[in-house]
């Protein structure tokens, strides 16, 4: 589910290339308006995605779509509770950034925070585990097997030049979005203050 109708194409592709187009059925709608009954689905994920939401209106529509005993599962980014105050304003900045470009509210919640969004949603069992982006060779080359190989990530690359190379506008977010990811990803001073979290938690029984 997507709200941005190219990314749902870009999916349905996605499926056939993987051969699984008949197990998968992807639409367009609004997280905080989902359209479907109560009790529907056994798991929920989102990835990269909550992070931009009203966790509050996001989550409460997710534990309504929930089974009973159902799950929530979270890959989202984090920030560490305590920050050293002139790395926190660099951390600020990167987050400025993304809002800038992507024009949603961007914001790296911390653990205590996010853990907070599923109990004031009604989860229950919750459990955030925190980690650090490419901490070892084989987080890289796990993530290069998960987008599909050396070639699929070239096919990428090549096709965001593209789209660099023959648009002003797009280059000027793609420089923007490279600053961002350079003060939150290649300076070891701030680095060591973000993540990601995989987090879950279930709707209770009763």
């Known amino acids: 589910m997507d709200i941005a109708s190219l990314s749902i194409e870009t999916e ?3 499926a056939i290339e993987e051969n699984v187009e008949m ?3 992807f639409i367009i709608a609004d997280a905080y308006n989902l359209p479907f009954r109560e009790d529907s689905f056994e798991i929920i994920i989102t990835e990269f995605v909550s992070q931009f939401l009203d966790k509050y209106m996001a989550f409460t529509e997710f534990i309504h779509v929930l089974k009973k005993g159902g799950s929530l599962g979270i890959n989202e ?4 509770n305590i920050i050293e105050p002139q790395l ?3 951390i600020d900045e990167a987050e400025a950034i993304f809002t800038e470009v992507t024009g949603l509210p961007f914001r790296m919640n911390t653990p205590d925070e ?3 969004y599923f109990e004031e949603a009604g989860f229950s069992d919750i459990r955030i585990q925190k ?3 490419f901490q070892k060779i084989k987080d890289i080359t796990s993530s290069i097997t998960s987008m599909g190989g050396i ?3 070239k096919c990428l690359i090549f096709g965001m030049l593209k789209y660099i190379i023959l648009s002003e506008m797009i280059r000027k977010r793609f420089l923007r979005l490279d600053k961002g990811k350079r ?4 300076n070891t001073s701030t680095r060591k203050h973000v993540g990601y979290i995989l987090g879950i938690a279930r709707k209770p029984d009763q």
């Not at 003060?183 to 290649?186: D, K």
């Open 12 to 14: 349905r592709q996605r």
């Open 23 to 25: 197990m998968t059925e």
């Open 77 to 80: 980014m984090y920030r560490d």
């Open 88 to 90: 926190k304003i660099k």
């Open 114 to 116: 996010w853990k907070h």
């Open 131 to 133: 980690c650090r982006p």
């Open 151 to 153: 070639v699929k990530i």
């Open 183 to 186: 003060i939150l990803f290649n």
